[in-house]
């Protein structure tokens, strides 16, 4: 268990670390689309920087594949949401950006929503799930990626509005946690299904492949990398990730606890603490500002054009 917990705390750092990288990388590019996947990809592919934070990503990715190996999903989000103080931490030091009071106040108070999940774990009653029928796995991620694409959509099209208030990105970060919820769900399974890959290489990589995790991860690695870039680069990292991450940690949690057959606490105080913690953290997240505050001392500027409108704007000419 305690090997799990120090790759959390690793992923933790790693994670933090790689957005900040790409969110700094991406604010010395020029303006990305999604409805221009390929530039995208171009542009971000040419950036030493980026490419940085990519690789810090990845590496993240392998640390989860450990802890989804040994503690339970409830347990690995809690301590997952936890890094959230190191991201707004490197966001105000190495990005400069400004975070308001209200949303130091939504951090503390999902940190205390945090503790109430940990405190209702128990390392002598908690299991942690091996295995979830397919078609529950489906029927659970297929409605949330739809879900998450279409809400993405929507914050795209409400962006492109003129003389809209610039965005803080809460809906962009619904959508992207949905996404990463999905995924969460997806490695575990991967992380079950390769168990026995020193073992038997071969009968590790088939049960891996007949599965729908690995297809489930592409999915949302190709649509994630590119809506992920875009919305970085219009929105604040010290928002668009906490919401996002917030979001999938609850996703993850409530339903891969449900499909992986982790049974919840019977002790009723335990129970109480993590169905309050699940509680506190949507609450939290619903409260959030929709709307950056303007710069103290300085006019409201005007929102700048988004790229969906410069993609359709008519030369005057």
């Given at each position: 268990m305690w090997w799990g917990v120090a790759?959390?705390?690793?992923?933790?750092?790693?994670?933090?670390?790689?957005?900040?990288?790409?969110k700094r990388a991406l604010g010395r590019l020029p303006a990305v689309s999604v409805r221009r996947p390929a530039r995208l990809l171009r542009l971000v592919a040419g950036s030493p920087l980026w490419t940085?934070?990519?690789?810090?990503?990845?590496?993240?990715?392998?640390?989860?594949?450990?802890?989804?190996?040994?503690?339970?999903?409830?347990?690995?989000?809690?301590?997952?949401?936890?890094?959230?103080?190191?991201?707004?931490?490197?966001?105000?030091?190495?990005?400069?950006?400004?975070?308001p009071g209200r949303e130091r106040y939504a951090t503390g108070a999902i940190l205390a929503a945090l503790v109430m999940v940990v405190l209702s774990l128990s390392r002598t009653t908690d299991t942690v799930g091996t295995g979830a029928p397919a078609r529950l796995i489906l029927l659970v991620c297929v409605p949330s990626l739809a879900a998450g694409t279409w809400l993405y959509a929507v914050a795209e099209r409400r962006a492109a509005k003129r003389h809209r208030k610039p965005t803080t990105g809460v809906e962009y970060g619904v959508a992207l946690g949905l996404l990463y919820g999905v995924s969460g769900l997806a490695i575990k399974g991967v992380s079950d299904r390769s168990a026995g890959l020193l073992a038997d290489p071969g009968g590790a990589l088939l049960a891996v492949l007949g599965s729908p995790y690995p297809y489930l991860l592409l999915f949302t690695g190709a649509f994630g990398l590119v809506m992920s870039q875009a919305a970085l680069q219009r929105c604040r990292v010290s928002l668009i990730v906490p919401v996002s991450t917030t979001v999938a940690s609850v996703f993850t949690a409530v339903l891969g606890t449900f499909a992986f057959g982790e049974a919840l606490p019977a002790d009723p105080l335990r129970l109480a603490l993590r169905v309050a913690g699940a509680l506190l953290a949507v609450a939290v997240l619903l409260a959030m500002p929709k709307h950056d505050p303007p710069p103290p001392d300085r006019p409201e500027a005007p929102h700048p054009?988004?790229?969906?409108?410069?993609?359709?704007?008519?030369?005057?000419?």
């Open positions: 790759a959390a705390l690793l992923a933790n750092l790693l994670y933090s670390t790689g957005f900040v990288l790409q940085g934070g990519a690789l810090a990503l990845a590496a993240g990715f392998g640390a989860q594949l450990i802890v989804y190996r040994t503690l339970p999903i409830a347990a690995a989000q809690g301590i997952f949401v936890s890094g959230l103080v190191l991201l707004l931490l490197l966001s105000a030091r190495l990005l400069g950006e400004r975070i054009k988004h790229p969906a409108e410069e993609l359709t704007a008519h030369d005057p000419r």
